[in-house]
């Protein structure tokens, strides 16, 4: 036992931080081989050395049937720590096969959000005969018709509401009895008699305060919330904007339902930054060390699509075959305009496709930020382009192809400027994620315009480029 | 008036939300017109109708000037909860001028790790007096030794503190005489005689305790803390893997020196996602509507980098330009081998930046990804390989023309899925940024090695081509 105790001293003791990815392989195999030598015992005392996280982790490169064995030896309360550290669709596949009423003693123990994930990604089937037997049902149901991605979705009914009309005395006295419901408490809501939200207060405010004081005397007013049907990008974004560490949750009626913490929209915020960039690079849904079956259908889409688009860029070539027969170093040139054109195009849509998704670019700022990049487009391509055709002059000695390829250059920053800009601002308009679609639109405007533009303009000056 | 009013009340009442960028600069006109008429009074009511974060955004729509006449005549403590909302350059740059004594009475009331970003971005001489001037300046001097995105930089000093041999009745009337000095505390953290972290404990449990029990019988001691030199990024995953509100920083003897709330790593977060996916496009610290001159000096340096490579490219069908001079259809098809190449490169290595970034890829993983990539490479490249040979096949007429065209695409994916997993991983090792330099290596070897494999074989071929 003495390495196991060492790795978690140094991990937990020298700089307090989380195992890292050896570790986490080096605990799991030890596991693995006790539940292989029949001994649970001393397997699940080994893994209770470490924190729920790192218990998480180390459960993640375990066998389905060891997850199990593990899972539901542990104490309920136990189980559901770590269970909050996965994955819910890993949940999901661990619970298959699970007994429902073991399932039910663990998911009563858990947050009340990731309950509801992990049900939502359970076979319709046995989700009913967990929900059946769990005590908390009454509480999961309601968050089961939210959205996984709305406010719905991702609040927990774990709060304490105070009466605006009680005093302080009173009120401490109620939460004595409510305490141990609730762990980690900050502050409390405050509510009026017909349950509308009208304030907050935090407990130390209301632990420091005069006993007959009253509560709408103390509470802060000025409340910030968001309804259920709220995309969790948008509570992200007002938690960030206002600096929240909690975020209410109202009905139509401005009843509170549920509340927001900042330490789960953490996990929102990054997720959703990964989503974005991994629809941009047309691997959306990736994960690094998921099945080779589920990377090939997540990127062979694009690949394919992106196939037909380079065959468009393809056919405009061959329209101009007969110039490349009788200039074949117009052939040499084709890489430098489409690879300019897409490199533009794509910091334009980076850009553009970010700030969008950080709410930076208003209605009205469309058209000023189009203008703006188009501008910069031109710029790039007259400076790029004269270095261009410098060298195309000075490599082949002639003035003429040059000045076609710094031609050709200009053409294509406008348009990457242009359609890097628009498109995204145009799919929004149109209600389409402009992640997803943005790229293959813009790389091929700018490869066929791109290589029409050069071939065009030396098909008109072929005399000159001979 | 009726007409703010109306604003007011549609955002904070209708939706809790956010104003829109359209709703801020109407505000932001309003104001700038009521300064303008001299009418500062006027502005300012205007001003405090909407919450801090809010009036933020209008104040940046603001003249320079005009957001300097506001800030001063501010009482300080408002004045204060507006900077917190703006980027400490943009404060830095609304300070120049700005009399030192009535900087340092704003500063005073402003959260410690938000003044010394400010501090820190002042010029050298103002940033002296300033402090001079300051009443906090004690807690602020030692917040300046740590670099902006540290654990040291990001922390703030406004936390209680008890000791862990004193009783919950002798600790809640400590507390309650520090009361004013703190907003919003959730929890205090614990501390022994010699002041070495050892707990932390909420305010609601302590609150709820009984009179007698000591701290250190219901203190939670398995407390997770990293020391002041630890980078943001890090601090950032731990908390998001234990899902903590707040993690306390200690020095090397263990310390207590600051605490980093989780409202505000979410800013990090966002600020991370944001910097690594502009820096795979090129586009370091670009933002969307900053002065054109500085989005030309980040994206021109990438633009000429490529530039050249896109020449290398070049050069390599140069070397082949007899044969294209024979068969003149090779020309329409090489926009095909390049553009599978760069799209598969983009994808495996946005996959790879991103999962460093989230720490998911371990010294040992890395090796496993490689084998990985390339494979998926291998796999994606026989089966585009197979559509674009027989495309090629039906579009052209020559069988032999398809065989080369998919020989070359089976190559190029195998290149794009070795380096768009191998680059990353090799410049993690020599300690270069892998978001930075990646992608301009990636492509060049996809173009390059796609090239070479395409015209390579076609030459040898070049008989049944004709």
Known sequence: MEKEQNIQNESSLQDGLALDEEETEDIAEQIQDLVEQDNQQAAIELLSQFRPGDQGEVIEELPIETQQEILTTLPPKEAAEILEHLEPEDVAKVSEGVDSSVLSDILDEADSDITADILRQ????????????????????????????????????????????????????????????????????????????????SVARLALARPKTMVRDIMDSDIIFVTSETNQEECARVMEHY????????????????????????????????????????????????????????????????????????????????TIARVVTLAVFLPVVAGQG???????????????ALGEISRRGGFRLLGREISLGLIHGILLGVAVAVVAFIWKGNYML?????????????????????IPLLLTRLRIDPAVASAVVVTTCTDVVGFF??????????????
Chains 1, 2 share one sequence.
């Open 122 to 201: 359970l076979p319709e089937e046995q989700a009913q005969d967990v929900l059946g037997e769990m005590e908390e049902a009454a509480e999961v149901i309601p968050l089961l018709q939210y959205p996984d991605d709305s406010a719905g979705g991702r609040m927990i009914l774990e709060y304490l509401v105070v009466k605006d009309y009680a005093t302080t005395a009173d009120t401490l006295d109620t939460l004595r009895q409510q305490e141990p419901e609730v762990k980690d408490i900050r502050s409390v809501f405050v509510v009026d008699a017909e349950e509308h939200l009208v304030g907050e207060l």
């Open 243 to 322: 600096n929240l560490y909690q975020l209410p949750v109202v009905d139509k009626d401005r009843r509170l339902v549920g509340v927001i913490r900042s330490e789960d929209i953490i996990d929102v915020i990054e997720e959703e930054a990964t989503e974005d960039m991994y629809k941009l690079a047309g691997i959306p849904g990736e994960r690094v060390f998921g099945p080779l079956s589920i990377s090939m259908r997540n990127r062979l889409p694009w690949l394919s699509i992106n196939l037909i688009t380079t065959f468009l860029a393809a056919l405009v070539i061959s329209i101009f075959e007969s």
């Open 342 to 356: 897409g490199i533009g195009g794509t910091q334009t849509l980076t850009l553009v496709v970010r700030s969008m």
């Open 402 to 422: 040059g000045a076609v390829l710094g031609m050709a250059m200009v053409g294509n920053m406008v348009i990457a400027g242009l359609t890097g800009a628009g």
């Open 453 to 466: 533009l050069f071939l065009g303009l030396a098909t008109a000056l072929v005399s000159f480029l001979i």
